[in-house]
């Protein structure tokens, strides 16, 4: 066996945090690449990707975020601004965000913005909103019938579109404001993204992560369908409910149009990445997804990354697994 290959583990028992290690990854290896040869950084953290509260933050919004960890939760802190709107679904009059939404505390921040919970005046509908900024993303998608939108706009537009997928989240509407775009999402409650839920509750086990990993596999199929490739699997990226342990696929910040030919260019997190994209420069939609996929699945079982590094991964390669997991699971 080859020990240089093996996964380290990202945490030493309970007294290192795993989403500390995670937020450290995505901020140092968050990278795109323009298609010319040169790679360059785009931003110091991960875009769309929600990061860890503050301490002091997360005990001004209630006695149990104390832990800092990101949870989708209500609030009433008032919207202190008006903008203008244009959402994807309709042409609506001119309105304030604050006769629609009433937003709440802050549930994280990332490079391209923040996400603060809210509520829906209208019928008290639970709904984050957020905050991306134009700065950050300039690209723009044509939509049948709703022209140019914003690239994360766009994509998912398509994925929610009817016929929606129960394990997309939603996108409900969308803001056209001077210097950013506000995107009202869905919040189911109660629920956790999943690199949290397996901090508070360890590493899940065979029976939970098949179910994970076929509800992931449903999300992904139906963006597949609408021709959409959110190419940042990982997860941060999944919301599952504490209760019925359902999850949702969120964050197309960093998805593009699905094509069949090869991607030159790179956005999302190095570590979920695919090793041709190191050896040489591009990769294919599908086998791409696929290895995000199993990283992520051997993350949430064995709470470590499969190997030491994607740049290491060669035709010799091997994995190895802990003793616990069944030979079925192993397969």
């Known amino acids: 066996m080859d020990h240089s290959i093996m996964g380290e583990r990202r945490a030493s028992g309970r007294s290192r945090s795993r989403s500390a290690a995670f937020t450290q990854a995505a901020v140092q290896d968050v990278w795109t690449h323009d298609g010319d040869g040169e790679t360059r950084t ?36 008032q919207t202190p601004e008006e903008e203008r709107p244009s959402t994807s679904s309709r042409r609506a009059a001119k309105r304030s965000r604050r006769d629609e939404y009433v937003k709440g505390p802050l549930l994280g921040r990332g490079g391209f913005g923040s996400v603060f919970a809210g509520i829906r005046r209208s019928d008290g509908l639970p709904v984050a909103i957020k905050y991306v900024s134009k700065d950050r993303t300039q690209r723009r998608l044509r939509v049948d019938g709703q022209g140019r939108l914003p690239l994360e706009v766009a994509l998912m537009t398509r994925v929610t579109s009817a016929p929606a997928c129960p394990y997309v989240l939603q996108l409900l509407d969308w803001f056209d404001c001077p210097r950013r775009y506000v995107l009202i999402l869905e919040r189911p409650s109660p629920c956790q993204d999943l690199q949290s839920f397996c901090e508070e509750n360890g590493c899940l086990d065979e029976r939970l992560a098949k179910r994970v990993l076929v509800q992931l596999i449903a999300a992904l199929k139906h963006c597949e369908s609408r021709r959409v490739l959110h190419r940042d699997v990982k997860p941060e990226n999944l919301l599952i409910s504490t209760e019925s342990q359902d999850i949702k696929l969120l964050d197309f910040g ?32 599908a086998p791409a997804t696929v290895w995000s996929v199993g990283v992520t699945l051997f993350n949430i079982l064995c709470d470590r990354f499969p190997f030491r590094g994607a740049r290491r991964v060669t035709s010799k390669s091997r994995l190895h697994f802990p003793r616990q997991l069944s030979t079925d699971c192993k397969r």
Do not use: I
């Not at 110091?44 to 800092?68: I, K, T, W």
């Open 42 to 77: 785009v931003s110091r953290e991960l875009p769309g990707f929600v990061a860890p509260l503050s301490s002091l933050l997360a005990e001004s919004l209630s006695a149990d975020q104390g832990n800092r960890k990101r949870k989708w939760q209500s609030g009433s802190q």
């Open 254 to 285: 960093c998805g593009d149009l699905l094509k069949r030919s090869a991607y030159k260019y790179f956005s999302g997190t190095l570590e979920y990445a695919p090793p041709e994209w190191f050896h040489r420069q591009r990769y294919h939609a």
